[in-house]
């Protein structure tokens, strides 16, 4: 993969937002981002396919038919072939594997595939309605206000019950004082200009039920972002084509998919074992263990689902992913960097485009382009991974990624 | 009858002004959470929102809907529990929906007084005029054979003077909400010496209901809010009238506004605030106050004059701010009234003169939006006006004497026993006037 973009995270937190004022729409985003990756290849000449990835937009903009933006984006990708996917929060990867396969199929040599979502056009009370979609509308009545909040605040309660409420909740917090501090060093992050000084001391807010749920506080959870997110797909033909040498790229070493029952609870709320069936097939295809990974992009739509990932990753035992975060590991100098410019909570979820974001990043990170949010990587461990989710641990992508 | 009883058919009168329509909101919420109580199901519940005006009344009922909306977008995680059982109702925004007529469904917009004839709890919001409201009173009163309860809106009249002339002692009580009621935290309650005790423990639990702050003021004109505010008003002006020796009377309007503003850390200057409640009002609140004030004379020939020139500030309907001392335009402070010229100076035109002669303030100061949010804001205050006390410019020594003005004002409403208590007169100015801090304390004398 070449040749990513980020726009902005749009939302609250940055600047410039105002809800009252008009802003950019989807077709903007994707303009964009889409924009960007193509002055990067040598235009839409080299591109044989497109691939957009988003959530819903037909509730968030009353907008279907999303690949019809492509020769909007540029004219010069008029009749080349283009489909939209979806697969909630897990549409970016779902977008990525899509190019992907087409590159493996040999259909394609350079796909262009582009993650967008624009959720800012409704209040947070009316965008919990359209995401719950994520889960099966069968248990909406009966659901929280706040549905996703609501099934997370479940796990969490469970987690705290089974291991411990305090330790998971300073957990959380340094989870999130995590995230802000790496937003920080990333100008497109929508927490990138967060001045508050205790974060930890913000994270440890008491949860309100009466006006949100039981056991989140707003901290925990990831950004209402407006954005897009794009990268191009090549085979080793098309990194030629777009002029790109190998050391610029990161190859993708392999990728686990897996699915579970929208209409199943989870057997146990203390796991999230879908990610962890994708993450076995995602290393056992890049032939690497944990160990070797140099960073991961993580899914943590919530605080509790950044520890859970922690463990389902086997980087600490059930039960312990609070002590291995308290501890430091998951920091951006600690053991694993995790979601090194924000993540979900700290860098924003523009839900369809997170996936793909999770790509740029590990991309940017691998070559050496990450600015102010650059880590170290190391000989020894040059592997990326990046683990997207769809609603509740159900559509599971993990991508394993090295230098080229 | 019970609490939820007492709810099924109440009369809002004045409806639609500026107090009214915030008390018919909050009683049309009220009374929505009582109905839609499961074992109230099978109960009739009337809001009968009785005003002169048509026209005012169809403007009303935009507002409530559009209020009833943003509470109902407020408090979605519990109206999902009210409205479990109705399986027809899925995602928030149908549940929202539903509330908002539910809500609506209560109320009924009226211009004949006979629709109240028939409610069992009456709120008077009509304007702050003791002869009207004794009329409108006694007239509900003597036809309407349920003996209803009254509780008024008034600011300043003595609830037993209107219990009194309106022939219904024991079931009046004063329940002052504060501008605007949907937004202020603070409700005043007044009980005459024959109030009965049932009304104020209604209305005790109907504040607490709605998570307002309730503080008792004794039966006296202006009470506690009132009571602070017009001396503090008078205070004010004849410091202005003062200033004239020295200045023009338009930049003494400004230095004073700017210094109560600014200086003291406050939401608006003195002379803005008289604006927004409206000088007319705050005429009519002197004359009433005036009576029973013996040692000291509650009365403003400026304010008379302003009105004998027809500048009266106030509201637009719209709750945009009319010219008054100032002239605003779009929220800001365009303009200052010259009585004498009979218009309005620019105030670009005064402010670099009169801001020289007033100095600075502290270094330490800060807007009031940053103070009131501080949480140590104790600690602020203390170090910002410990910082003014030795400081002699002349915004300075106005301040500290204002300060000390209404902290005096202060004390004197508890020593006069209008007030139970020095925290009582604090909360009233933190909550009802959105002061960051209280008028009784002890900034000014701290010791090293």
Redesign the interface.
């Given at each position: 993969m070449i040749a990513g973009y980020n726009t902005i995270s749009m939302g609250t937190g940055r600047k410039e937002f105002n809800p009252k004022k008009e802003r950019p729409g989807l077709e903007e985003y994707m303009k964009e981002a889409g924009q960007a990756v193509l002055g990067q290849i040598g235009g839409a000449a080299n591109v044989d396919e497109c691939v957009v990835g988003n959530f819903i937009a037909s509730r968030f903009n009353k907008q279907a038919n999303l690949a019809g933006f492509f020769p909007y984006i540029d004219e010069g990708l008029r009749y080349k072939p283009a489909i939209r996917v979806e697969g909630a929060c897990g549409t970016g990867a779902l977008a990525l594997v899509t190019g992907i396969r087409s590159i493996l199929a040999e259909t394609a040599d350079v796909a262009l595939v582009v993650g967008v979502e624009v959720q800012n056009t409704v209040?947070a009370?009316?965008g919990?309605?359209i995401l719950?979609a994520a889960g099966w509308?069968k248990e909406?009545?009966?659901g929280?206000?706040?549905f996703f909040p609501g099934k997370f605040s479940d796990r969490a309660g469970a987690y705290f019950e089974k291991f411990g409420r305090d330790k998971t909740r300073r957990a959380m917090a340094r989870w999130y004082r995590n995230a802000i501090e790496n937003a920080r060093l990333c100008p497109t992050a929508q927490e990138f200009t967060n001045r508050v000084e205790d974060l930890e001391a913000l994270g440890m807010t008491e949860p309100n039920?009466?006006?949100?749920v039981d056991n989140l506080n707003v901290y925990d959870c990831s950004k209402v972002s407006d954005g897009a997110s794009a990268i191009a797909i090549v085979s080793e033909e098309g990194l030629r084509r777009c002029g790109w040498k190998k050391e610029d790229a990161i190859e993708v070493m392999g990728f686990g998919q897996a699915e579970n029952d929208i209409t199943a609870a989870p057997a146990n709320l203390t796991v999230l074992d879908t990610t962890r069936a994708a993450l076995g097939k995602a290393f056992q295809q890049a032939g690497i263990n944990r160990e070797q990974l140099a960073t991961v992009e993580c899914h943590d739509c919530f605080t509790i689902a950044g520890i859970l990932a922690i463990e389902a990753l086997g980087f600490a035992k059930h039960g312990e992913g609070p002590d291995f975060v308290l501890a430091g590991n998951t920091s951006r100098t600690g053991v694993i960097p995790v979601n090194t410019t924000g993540g979900l909570i700290g860098w924003g979820h523009p839900t369809g485009a997170t996936g793909v974001h999770q790509a740029v990043t590990i991309w940017e990170q691998l070559t050496g382009r990450a600015g102010n949010a650059q880590i170290e990587i190391h000989a020894g461990k040059p592997f990326g991974l990046t683990i997207n989710m769809g609603g509740d641990d159900k559509t599971l992508v993990c991508i394993v990624y090295k230098k080229g | 009858m019970e609490h939820d009883d007492r709810f099924q058919n109440v009369t809002v009168v004045g409806a639609a002004g500026k107090m009214g329509s915030g008390i018919l909101l909050l009683t049309a919420l009220e009374m929505a959470d009582q109905r839609l109580k499961p074992e109230n199901t099978d109960k009739y519940y009337i809001l009968y929102a009785l005003d002169v005006s048509q026209k005012a009344l169809s403007g009303l009922m935009g507002y409530v809907r559009s209020q009833v909306l943003k509470a109902a977008?407020?408090?979605?995680?519990?109206?999902?529990k009210i409205y479990?059982h109705r399986?027809d109702?899925?995602?928030?925004?149908e549940i929202?929906d539903q509330y908002i007529n539910d809500v609506m469904s209560i109320i009924r917009p009226v211009t004949t007084i006979s629709s109240a004839y028939e409610s069992d709890l009456v709120f008077e919001a009509a304007s702050e005029n003791p002869e009207l409201k004794v009329r409108i009173l006694s007239d509900i009163d003597r036809n309407n054979p349920n003996k209803p309860w009254f509780f008024t809106n008034t600011s300043s009249i003595p609830i037993s003077y209107l219990e009194k002339e309106a022939g219904i002692e024991g079931r009046v009580l004063g329940v002052h909400f504060y501008n605007p009621p949907a937004v202020q935290k603070l409700v005043e309650v007044i009980k005459s010496d024959k109030t009965l005790p049932e009304l104020a423990d209604f209305a005790s639990k109907f504040i607490k209901n709605l998570r307002k702050i309730e503080v008792p003021s004794n039966d006296f004109a202006g009470f506690i809010g009132n009571g602070h505010f017009m001396r503090d008003a008078i205070h004010g002006m004849n410091v202005a009238v003062k200033l004239t020796s020295e200045v023009s009377f338009p930049e003494a309007v400004y230095m004073v506004n700017k210094v109560s503003q600014d200086f003291l850390i406050r939401p608006m200057g003195i002379f803005q605030l008289i604006d927004y409640v409206g000088i007319d009002v705050c005429q009519y609140i002197m004359k009433v106050m005036h009576p029973y004030v013996k040692d000291e004379d509650i009365h403003s020939p400026l304010l008379d004059k302003y009105l004998e020139l027809g500048v009266k500030g106030g509201q637009n309907s719209d709750g945009s701010q009319k010219d008054g001392f100032l002239k605003y335009e779009k929220g800001r402070i365009s303009g200052v009234y010259d009585p004498d010229r009979k218009e309005y100076v620019p105030v670009n035109e005064l402010a670099a003169v009169c801001d020289t002669l007033l100095g600075e303030p502290p270094a330490s100061v800060v807007p009031w939006k940053i103070a009131v949010a501080n949480p140590k804001k104790d600690e602020f205050f203390k170090a910002y006006f410990k910082d003014m006390i030795n400081m002699d410019t002349k915004g300075a020594l106005m301040a500290k004497a204002y300060l000390l003005r209404s902290k005096e004002i202060g004390e004197k409403l508890v020593s006069d026993k209008v007030a139970f208590s020095e925290k009582d007169v604090n909360t009233v100015l933190l909550t009802g006037f959105f002061h960051a801090y209280g008028p009784i304390n002890n900034y000014l004398t701290q010791e090293d």
């Open positions: 209040k009370i009316y919990a309605d719950a509308f909406r009545k009966d929280h206000a706040y039920p009466k006006s949100f | 977008e407020k408090k979605t995680v519990q109206l999902r479990s399986r109702l899925i995602e928030n925004s929202i």
